[in-house]
């Protein structure tokens, strides 16, 4: 009989002597950027993927200091995947590739955009983005008038 691997853990949930679980040793991230950072729970925060030239919104993942760390240095998008508890360069399986074109805090610091070069697919469904498929809302439908009719002039 053979037994299963322990459970792969966190990078940043595992407990260190003298570190906080949101600011791994084991993370390459700068110090300073770290310290701004405000995560959840389990040390993540929500990194949007939007199109640099068209502003198209394309995913949404997660990264901890390190696969920030690893986004800001590589020029790629890296992520850590939830549900593997690994870290994945989008595009490394598929092809399709997030070149990285700038990354930004938003005004709390708990979120990340980065602005990306998208090849190809965005999602894993294999359509261009995640957002397109299931639309809650249209403009159209909003019963106000077009933005162009009440702008101030």
Request: charged share 25%; glycine share 6%.
């Amino acid at each position: 009989m053979t037994s299963s691997p322990p459970p792969a853990r966190h990078p940043t949930t595992a407990p260190h002597r003298g570190a906080s679980r949101h600011n791994s040793p084991s993370s390459r991230l700068d110090p300073e950027i770290a310290a701004r950072l405000k995560r959840s729970a389990d040390g993540l925060l929500p990194a949007i993927a939007q199109q640099y030239d068209t502003g198209e919104v394309l995913m949404l993942g997660w990264m901890d200091d390190e696969a920030l760390h690893r986004t800001l240095t590589t020029g790629r998008c890296t992520y850590w995947s939830r549900s593997r508890r690994e870290y994945w360069v989008k595009g490394d399986t598929s092809g399709h590739v997030q070149w990285v074109k700038s990354v930004a805090l938003d005004c709390d610091a708990d979120t990340v955009l980065v602005k990306v070069d998208q090849v190809g697919a965005a999602c894993h469904t294999g359509a261009r983005t995640c957002f397109d498929a299931d639309v809650l809302l249209k403009e159209a439908e909003l019963g106000v008038p077009a933005r162009s009719e009440h702008q101030d002039q």
